[in-house]
Every structure is written in structure tokens, then in C-alpha cells.
């Protein structure tokens, strides 16, 4: 038995199903027989995770509210508009509220390790970069990643500098002395772009490494450097931006080892993957030998591809945020949110199972969406070309040949 590239990226054409939505293609065979498959691990790994703003406000321990936007002043404006939304929302929750019904998911599958995208500056500082939009969330409520047993916070993204240089400092400090792992950020760029290491039982290792492109709102003078703090950053996807990672990938892993690419690119809403994004994942598995892409940046979830059998996430949507009742873009209803279950085996390092939990962000908690809104998720991810299918408790499937 062989797997076979699921079709979840899209081309430039058009079909009469979907106007101008491109449609998918392709099909490359996969060299990873899993007539034995060995010790399969289950890794958790969601898009965004934003917890600064409202969600800050009702935790236990709130920043300032004061915002730095055009139009908000507050950050309690946030918690005032979900609220006219979906009702009421409690105040000085505990630190698992947020989660909901995730921390249910979490503890029935019980996953090796635990990867979010952590986009929320935790910080007091005052030093706020002039962008318009800036997420903190105050060091006191850190145990918020706690109560979901989080192993490893990827920061490079474009919102953990929100705060400065200082702040980015603070919020590697905090989650460093409460025993998260992370990675894409540093006090230097030897720092940023070291791998996360997580242990995942016997001699097996999963290590991630994180970068934030041009494209996804980070801007060139974010990059760490040899003395100042900043983020792994690449100016582009071209072949020489994957040359500068490259080497260090492959340096990186040992047998035994699954090695995480986790990338923030691309635009916050849209469908559509590009040539350049499913050339530069193929390169990572192709030359550094990467075994998972974990893809985020856009607000919704985006198609998956399965190639030589590693999967590739090229947008695993938001999972935590505090757009409730802010008006635009409804029809991505970001508020369908998913979390992926991603079960490798260690001897082939191919896929051998991706399930995916709907859920929904209602008064700042994750709930388990209704079947009539799974049912969506998976008729939007099937006209993606990602082939799921609704077990009988209401997961997604990934179905590949």
C-alpha cells in the first residue's frame, strides 16, 4: 500500500462549481510502504492562537485596556462586541475557560506533543509598535497555556513583537520559566532558529523549527540578529530562502527524530495556495527532510496536502481569537475553528491518520460546533480538495487512496 498526494492545494484555472476558485490537481506517489508501521505518534498542533485584547480582559490577571487601534480605544470594546453577539461572558475566568471543549479533545487523544502558534505578545511593556493592531496578554494569566498542558508556543509570526524588542524579550522569559518550549523567536538569530526539542518516548525526539515570511505582515527589521531580539525570518519563499534553512534542518534532526517545519506565510483570508508555497513545502521534504509543514497565518482553515506521504497544512485557520462580533469576511466564518490530531508512524515518518475536531469560538470558549456547521467544514475543505468525511462522533477524517 502507497500514499498518494492528497489534492488539497488549488491551480489557476476555474470551474463552473466554483467560479473563480481554482480547482485542484495532482497525485504523487508516496515511497513510504505502511505495511509496517511501527510506534505511531500523535501529535496536536493548531493555527493561531490569539489571547491578547478581550480574551486577556476576562482572564484573571488583565493588561491595560488601553488599545492603540484607529477605531478602539479599549480592549473591553472586544468583549463588548461578542457579547451583543452570543450573550453574556463571565469575568476573572479560570485559566482553562478558553479552551472549553478542547481540553476534552486533548485529554481523549492524549498527544505526544502539543504545538500551538502563539500570536500574542506576553508582556507589561508600554513600547508598542505603531502596526495599527497589538495583542499582549499579561504575564500572570501564562498558566491559560498551562491548563492545556501546551508544549511548544511557535512565535514567529507577526504579532510577538507587537510590543517591541522588549517585549518579545519578556514574553521568552515567561514562557521559558513556565516550561514551554519555543520556537521562530530569540534573544539573537542563533537563538531564534534553534529547534525546538520535545521529547515523544524512547529514543524519539519532535523538533520544530519556525520561520515567518514577508508576506505574512512581518516586516524586514523584526529578524534577529547577531546582538538583537527578533524572529527567524525569510524575505521570501525562493530557493535561496530555502537554501538559509536548509542546512540547518537536516543538521538538526537525528534517526529516530520528526522534524516540524512551522511556517507563518501568506495573506489572513483566501483560499487559494500559490505555486511558490507548495514548491517551497515540497523542498523542505524533498532536501531537509522535513516530515510535517504546519502552515499558518490565515484566518480560516486552507487545504492539505499529503506529498510522499508527509502532510502539508498551508493554513490551519485561527483557534483562539477574539473576533466575535466584528463584521467582514463572514463568508470564511472564522469562527469554525479546528484542531488537528496528527498521527505519524516513526519508522516511515509518513502520515498515518489526520483527524480534525470542529469546534467553534463562542464567548471567548472553544465549544464543539453543531453538526450542521461540521457539516460545512467538511463540504468547504472537500471543495478545497481535501477529502474528509464525518466519523460517527462528529471528527473529520482526512481520506486519501
Not at 546582538?227 to 530555502?242: C, H, K, Q
Not at 500559490?274 to 490565515?298: C, K, N, P, T
Request: with cysteine; glycine share 8%; aromatic share 8%.
Amino acid at each position: 500500500m502507497h500514499l498518494y498526494s492528497l489534492v488539497g492545494y488549488r491551480e489557476r484555472s476555474t470551474s463552473p462549481a466554483t467560479g473563480n476558485a481554482p480547482v485542484a490537481r495532482g497525485g504523487w506517489p508516496c515511497n513510504c510502504p505502511l505495511l509496517n508501521v511501527v510506534k505511531p505518534i500523535t501529535l496536536f498542533a493548531s493555527g493561531d492562537v490569539m489571547t491578547g485584547r478581550g480574551i486577556d480582559q476576562v482572564l484573571p490577571h488583565p493588561s491595560k485596556a488601553d488599545l492603540h487601534e484607529d477605531f478602539v480605544s479599549s480592549a473591553w470594546e472586544y468583549v463588548v462586541l461578542a457579547e451583543r453577539k452570543n450573550g453574556p461572558i463571565p469575568r476573572q475566568v479560570g485559566f482553562s475557560y478558553v479552551w472549553g471543549d478542547a481540553i476534552e479533545e486533548l485529554d481523549r487523544v492524549s498527544p505526544a506533543a502539543r504545538l500551538i502558534n502563539l500570536e500574542t505578545s506576553i508582556t507589561t511593556s508600554e513600547a508598542y509598535e505603531p502596526k495599527g493592531i497589538n495583542y499582549r496578554m499579561h504575564p500572570a494569566n501564562a498558566p491559560m497555556l498551562t491548563a492545556a498542558k501546551i508544549d511548544c508556543c511557535v512565535l514567529a509570526n507577526n504579532h510577538v513583537l507587537d510590543w517591541g524588542q522588549s517585549g518579545l524579550v519578556e514574553t521568552l522569559a515567561t514562557l521559558r520559566h513556565a516550561g514551554f518550549k519555543t520556537a521562530g523567536a530569540g534573544r539573537n538569530a542563533s537563538e531564534a532558529a534553534e529547534p525546538a526539542v520535545i521529547e515523544i518516548g524512547g529514543n524519539s525526539r519532535a523538533l520544530v523549527v519556525a520561520v515567518a515570511t514577508l508576506d505574512s505582515g512581518v516586516p524586514p527589521e523584526w529578524a534577529a540578529t547577531g546582538s538583537t531580539a527578533g524572529i527567524a525570518w525569510l524575505p521570501d519563499l525562493s530557493d535561496r530562502a530555502a537554501g538559509q534553512i536548509v542546512d540547518r534542518l537536516r543538521a538538526a534532526k537525528r534517526s529516530g527524530d520528526l522534524l516540524v517545519l512551522s511556517i507563518h506565510w501568506g495573506a489572513n483570508w483566501g483560499y487559494e495556495v500559490s505555486r511558490e508555497q507548495r514548491r517551497f513545502a515540497r523542498q523542505m521534504i524533498d532536501l531537509a527532510g522535513v516530515d510535517v509543514v504546519h502552515g499558518h497565518s490565515s484566518h480560516h482553515p486552507k487545504g492539505i496536502e499529503i506529498y510522499q506521504g508527509k502532510p502539508i497544512f498551508y493554513g490551519c485557520g485561527d483557534f483562539l481569537n477574539d473576533y466575535e462580533g466584528i463584521s467582514g469576511y463572514e463568508e470564511f466564518r472564522s469562527h469554525l475553528v479546528l484542531m488537528y490530531f496528527v498521527t505519524m508512524d516513526l519508522l516511515t515518518k509518513c502520515l498515518v491518520r489526520l483527524e480534525m475536531i470542529p469546534l467553534e469560538i463562542k464567548r471567548f470558549q472553544l465549544r464543539h460546533a453543531t453538526a450542521r456547521d461540521a457539516n460545512w467544514l467538511r463540504d468547504r475543505l472537500n471543495r478545497e480538495g481535501t477529502k474528509v468525511a464525518l466519523d460517527t462522533h462528529g471528527r473529520l477524517v482526512l481520506q486519501w487512496p
